[in-house]
Nanobody, 121 residues
Framework: QVQLAESGGGLVQAGGSLRLSCAAS????????MDWYRQAPGKQRELVATITNGGNTNYAEFVKGRFTISRANAKNTVYLQMNSLKPEDTAVYYCRCTAQAVGVMISRYYWGQGTQVTVSS
C-alpha cells in the first residue's frame, strides 16, 4: 500500500509564509497526480492546487498568486509554498495522490492525515 505523510504546518501571522511537504512511501509502482486540499472548521473540504506527474499545475482562485505547488518525483514528494497567508487560509491541509501500489492492477486515491495551518490576524 501507499502512505502519505504531511509536514510543515503551524501557526503563522497574517502575511507570513509556510511550506508544506507531503511524502509518499510504501510499495509504490507509480504515482500520478498529486493535490493539496484543505478543510476549515464547519466547511467542506476544498481543492487548493494540483500538479500532474509532468509538472502541469492548477490552482483554486482563492490562492492564485500566493501559493505554489511543486513536486520532486525522485522523492515521491509534493510541496505547497504558501505566501501572503490570510486568516481565512486557516484549515487542516491534506495531500492526496493517485498511485498504483505494487501488485495492484489499478490506481486509486490515497490521502494523508492532514496538517494544521493556523493564520493569526
Amino acid at each position: 500500500q501507499v502512505q502519505l505523510a504531511e509536514s510543515g504546518g503551524g501557526l503563522v501571522q497574517a502575511g507570513g509564509s509556510l511550506r508544506l511537504s507531503c511524502a509518499a512511501s510504501g510499495s509504490i509502482e507509480s504515482i500520478g497526480g498529486m493535490d493539496w486540499y484543505r478543510q476549515a472548521p464547519g466547511k467542506q473540504r476544498e481543492l487548493v492546487a494540483t500538479i500532474t506527474n509532468g509538472g502541469n499545475t492548477n490552482y483554486a482562485e482563492f490562492v492564485k498568486g500566493r501559493f505554489t505547488i511543486s513536486r520532486a518525483n525522485a522523492k515521491n514528494t509534493v510541496y505547497l509554498q504558501m505566501n501572503s497567508l490570510k486568516p481565512e487560509d486557516t484549515a487542516v491541509y491534506y495531500c492526496r495522490c493517485t498511485a498504483q501500489a505494487v501488485g495492484v492492477m489499478i490506481s486509486r486515491y490515497y490521502w494523508g492525515q492532514g496538517t494544521q495551518v493556523t493564520v493569526s490576524s
